[in-house]
């Protein structure tokens, strides 16, 4: 396969980071992110009136386009694929957040907390909702355990203080493309880690 010149200036085409992520590759896969980030944020910011939900979901939408890549050996076209995707979690983040509002007017008292914490979206629940069950809680405290310093403290931050990326930015004197960055391995890592757990559980 013969490379084409990609954004950014890197020749390396699409196909070929697609064939390296498939063999283990992460840094091919940060290599496709950073690629292809910046637009699917415009595309993802234009449907979601949350800006910080809104960067959190441009990174649930490469962790989950990972996953998949990883999951089959099937004929990729990038930009489409990861367009497709970011369609689908734009249109799910809305039914989510239709159905949170219509219940919060009409039935939100009478909601269990599991089920409040489902409509805020996965992101935002999964701590909240592993800390309800001892099990989980203990492996999600595990893998966190197993974050590097810095990882650990981006998510917290993020995940806990609920600090926007620019605030984070100014707290530990990092540019806001290296916090984005930083996040996106953290939480691909804490997956990674939370499977690892799950799996020896």
Known sequence: MTSRLAPGGDATSDSQLIAAVRRGNDHAFEQLYRRYSAAIARFVGSRVRDRGRAEDLVQEIFLS????????????????????????????????????????????????????LRLVGRSHAWPENAMLHKERFDQLRGAFAELSHNHHRVLVLREFEGLSYREIAQKLDMTRPAVESALFRARRRLQQEYARAEAVA
């Open 65 to 116: 386009a990972l996953r998949r890549l990883r999951a089959t050996n099937t004929d990729i076209t990038f930009r489409p694929w990861i367009f497709e995707i970011a369609k689908n979690a734009a249109i799910d983040h809305y039914r989510r957040t239709s159905r949170a509002e219509e219940v919060s007017i009409h039935a939100d008292d009478a909601l269990r907390p599991a089920d409040q």
